[in-house]
């Protein structure tokens, strides 16, 4: 459809003209000579066979042609404006943060701590993103990233920020022993073959599993007391600190993945990020060990 339309600084020319009711303030905004608007709205006339603007005693007056489209490039380039304002860039000494993570980091762990990051970064603007998606960090201008795998990424600096453990988890009013038992899994992670190699089929052999795609399904599943999942240590910490959510084995030691900061080698010249992963891993260090809890019956 675009080669369709007239030339699209000839639109420009318009939309500008259209709202001034002046060549001269459209030429300044545009940054050109009146001659030039002159040109171009001449230009777009010949293009669509009509008069857009009439001359009275009072200045310029759009013709109903005019009118007509005037109607039509306001919304478009009000449009185009909405649009494009999200790709804004930062400009130099930007105090602004970004930072791109799971939902299941975000909700879990950062969420929960807002007040004191920003109590510990009262200066910087921080801006958090959600994504599963990898992310071109330079691109779309991330300072940093925390992800859930084995920590490589090809030209990345990564760097673990917690125990690579899972914790087995239930409702505290969830019963073991139940014909029904419902196991919630996440998909690609196998945790519960892996529960099964350790702790034997105890819980494997009666009740039913179900794929999940992401950890914060299955949290939020559990929470609402619909079944078991084994989880990483990280996201489900708080929850068991404050009674919602108890640990009914011994935890998976060592597992092959977990959350991780990956970052642009410049940014680890970024005082300000560097600073923020610290605090971060201090908050995680903060976090007072949950295994040996009372267990679920």
Known sequence: MLNRLPPL???KAFHAAS?????????????????????????????????????????????????????????AFELLASGFSRFERRPPR???????????????????????????FPEIE??????????????EEIDFSIRYGVGEARDLICDPIGSADLLPVCH????????SLRRIQVFTINEWSTFERLRGDRLIKGGHTIMVEEFLVAISAVLSGQGLAIL?????????????????????ENWAYQYYVAMLPKAANHRDVTAIIDWIKQEVRALPPVWGSEKCS
């Open 9 to 11: 600084n000839a639109i």
């Open 19 to 75: 709202r001034h009711l002046n060549f001269s303030r459209a030429a300044e905004e545009l940054g050109v000579t009146q001659g030039a608007v002159s040109k171009q709205i001449l230009a777009l006339e010949d293009y669509i066979g009509a008069k857009l603007f009439e001359r009275s005693n009072t200045g310029l007056e759009l013709t109903l042609e005019g009118k007509a489209l005037k109607n039509v490039t306001i919304p």
């Open 94 to 120: 930007s105090q602004r943060i970004r930072i791109a993570t799971l939902a299941s980091f975000a909700s879990q762990f950062l969420a929960p701590r807002l007040d004191r990051l920003e109590a510990a």
């Open 126 to 139: 921080l801006e958090i993103l959600t994504s599963d998606r990898l992310l071109d960090l330079s691109r």
């Open 172 to 179: 505290p009013d969830t019963p073991l022993s139940s014909e």
């Open 232 to 252: 990483p240590e990280l996201i489900v910490r708080d929850h068991i600190r404050q009674g919602r959510l108890k640990v009914f084995d011994a935890p998976i």
